[in-house]
């Protein structure tokens, strides 16, 4: 299915970072529609600034990220909002508005972006938090729940506008393995039961192997990526020692030790 | 004393025999291996017999080891397990070179960074400011996102909520004024005008300007506190990349609140402040209440009254805007947002400091 699909996201000779000195170079990706993509690498390796620069929190240095045919870098502020708003983001610790509880936060992107009724809204907002296992909750802060729950709220939240594309910071992050893994089922069921497309920065193998379609490994030795492909492949047929040290925990690779 | 520790040197190796108990009396010098390492390739670390060791000993090897690393062959020659172990981790990567030694600026260079550095930042606070009066523009036309209930929140907070140490604070200073005034008035038996002297003072400007520094301390530091810890949270992302204009969701709620209450609790300062004097004048020096009353409500201009509501306004305009300000431009860290709670505060006084005098120079211009 995935082979025919559309590309979504072309990321073409990106050059990421803060200003003047680079992180990553000439990074240059292609994402089908409907794909799990996962975006890998050491921790401090510039996966969250690539996260970041391709959700338009952070200008790129140069290059190009094309999503639906626009291009992110030099796109009016205004196509820019609009690009935007078509995708959902789940931050690494969920970003919940701490003053608004779960109702209120999941509402707000449907009150700014939709002329619903209050009560269509409710309906939404009720299922949303019913999806992602907090049916209930409505009431609650962000400061009442706890950490895993408060990522499903941001998921909740993510997914209120019915994006076509899903980004995720480290969902793993700070999560025991069973609710990780739960996490992980509930990325899966949304990828297959929206088609929407899901772009996902890890460096949890578990988590990674068992959801990733496609992938791309940021090494930052080099400055820039090393291996893409499905992290299932890539550990059968690994392209580098540096991309098999990391999807074998380092167990595989002696040469490190010297 | 038993022989320690052994420098040998070799054809190209230098060899350092480790003896005996090296928790005591054990110590080497960088300089001197540095000095037996001259032209040598190898640097071998042998144990002969070492019968006792701790981290101090390993903390003095490394700290020798550290200068030569990368440039010579450091070899471990059957050393203590946890020793050998130790070392080889220490020793696995070569210190961080600091990148580009810091040079020290001349004057000039520091006087151009530091003008560059400056301009920057009014061109920054400026950006904010038309930002900031945009969303006036955008609530006029409806299209500002905000939600009704920070509005009231935000109310509720500098509203009735800062009435009380309002109050207390402007009595006190009415009691002050009036108390140092009649120091000085009584010498010409001119007593009585401290009334006047209280309501003046108290109407024109220094209700104006302790509830503004109340408010800057109070409020101004609480919106830096929250926005910048919402910025440490991501939830600034989260509204940057919802497509929320940051302006409008925090800015405009608070805004409109603190300049909706700024005149009321200039009104409530101002009459605290006049019944501190009349306390003082009643209670200390012995003016009748009638007395106080009459000559207070001569001194009373509305002229007065609304240049200090006036002031009032801009102070409120002017705690918002740097409390927002800094909050939002907070960095990523718990230390930073107490940078931001700090700089909001200084700020506010100073430019309200700033704004009294101009507004002060205007009226005089007007001649009110």
């Known amino acids: 299915m995935t082979n025919n699909s559309p590309i979504i996201i072309s990321v073409k000779d990106l050059n990421i970072g803060y200003e003047g000195h680079a992180v990553m170079k000439h990074l240059s990706f292609e994402i089908k529609k409907g794909d799990i993509f996962i975006i890998m690498g050491g921790s401090g390796c510039g996966k969250s600034t690539l996260l970041r620069t391709m959700t338009g929190l952070l200008p790129a240095l140069s290059g190009h990220i094309i999503v639906n045919g626009i291009d992110m870098v030099t796109a009016s502020e205004e196509k820019k909002k609009y690009l935007v708003t078509q995708c959902g983001i789940l931050y690494q610790s969920g970003a919940l508005f701490s003053s608004m509880n779960l109702f209120e936060n999941v509402a707000l992107p449907l009150q700014q972006y939709t002329s619903y009724s209050s009560e269509k809204i409710r309906e939404i907002v009720e299922f949303k938090l019913a999806l992602v296992g907090l049916a209930g909750f409505e009431k609650f802060y962000p400061s009442e729940i706890s950490g895993g729950m408060r990522k499903r709220a941001g998921l909740a939240r993510a997914l209120a506008l019915d994006p076509e594309i899903l980004y995720f910071d480290e969902p793993s992050a700070g999560l025991d393995p069973v609710s990780s893994k739960h996490l992980d089922d509930l990325i899966l069921e949304i990828n297959k039961s929206l088609d929407t497309t899901i772009i996902v920065v890890t460096h949890e193998l578990p988590s990674l192997f068992a959801i990733g379609k496609n992938s791309i490994f940021l090494d930052n030795k080099i400055k820039t990526f090393s291996a893409k492909g499905n992290p299932k492949e890539l550990l059968k047929n690994p392209p580098n020692e540096r991309v098999l040290a990391f999807l074998t925990r380092g167990v595989s690779d002696e040469t490190r030790a010297k | ?368």
């Not at chain 2, 050393?79 to 004057?107: R, V, W, Y």
């Open chain 2, 1 to 368: 004393m038993e022989e320690i520790s052994s420098l040998k040197e070799e054809k190209d190796s230098v060899t350092l025999i480790l003896t005996g108990d090296l928790t005591k009396n054990f110590s080497i010098t960088a300089e001197s291996i540095l000095k037996s390492l001259k032209g040598k390739k190898q640097f071998i670390l042998k144990n002969d017999n070492i019968s006792n060791w701790d981290q101090t000993s390993i903390i003095t090897l490394y700290n020798c080891l550290k200068y030569f690393l990368g440039y010579v062959d450091i070899k471990l020659q059957n050393l203590p397990e946890g020793m050998e172990c130790l070392l080889s981790l220490a020793l696995q990567i070569h210190p961080k070179k600091e990148n580009s030694p810091t040079q020290k600026q001349d004057f000039l260079e520091h006087f151009g960074s530091w003008g560059i550095f400056i301009t920057q930042r009014i061109k920054f606070g400026l950006d904010f400011l038309k930002q900031v009066l945009a969303t006036w523009g955008h609530q006029i036309t409806g299209t500002a996102v905000y939600r009704k209930k920070d509005f009231w929140l935000a109310l509720e907070d500098c509203g009735p909520r800062a009435i009380m140490i309002v109050s207390l604070i402007s009595f006190m200073v009415g009691l002050i004024l009036a108390f140092v005034g009649a120091i000085q008035l009584k010498t010409f038996g001119a007593q009585i005008y401290v009334a006047s002297l209280v309501t003046i003072g108290m109407m024109r400007i220094m209700g104006a300007v302790m509830t503004g520094i109340i408010m800057a301390g109070r409020t101004g530091a609480s919106y830096a506190a929250t926005i910048g810890t919402m910025q440490v949270n991501e939830e600034l992302d989260a509204l940057q990349t919802m497509g929320i204009p940051k302006p409008d969701f925090l800015v405009l709620p608070r805004m409109n609140a603190i300049l909706l209450s700024m005149p009321i609790l200039v009104l409530i300062s101002d009459f605290m402040g006049i019944i501190g004097g009349c306390f003082v004048c009643v209670f200390l020096w012995d003016i009748p209440l009638s007395e106080y009353i009459r000559y207070s409500t001569m001194a009373f201009s509305i002229e007065n009254f609304l240049v200090g509501i006036f002031h009032g306004l801009v102070f409120g305009f002017v705690i918002t805007l740097c409390g927002c300000y800094f909050g939002i431009n907070c960095g990523r860290n718990a230390d930073s947002v107490g940078k931001a709670t700090t700089n909001s505060v200084v700020y506010a006084i100073v430019w309200m400091i700033i704004m009294t005098g101009i507004i002060t120079l205007i009226c005089e211009g007007l001649g009110i």
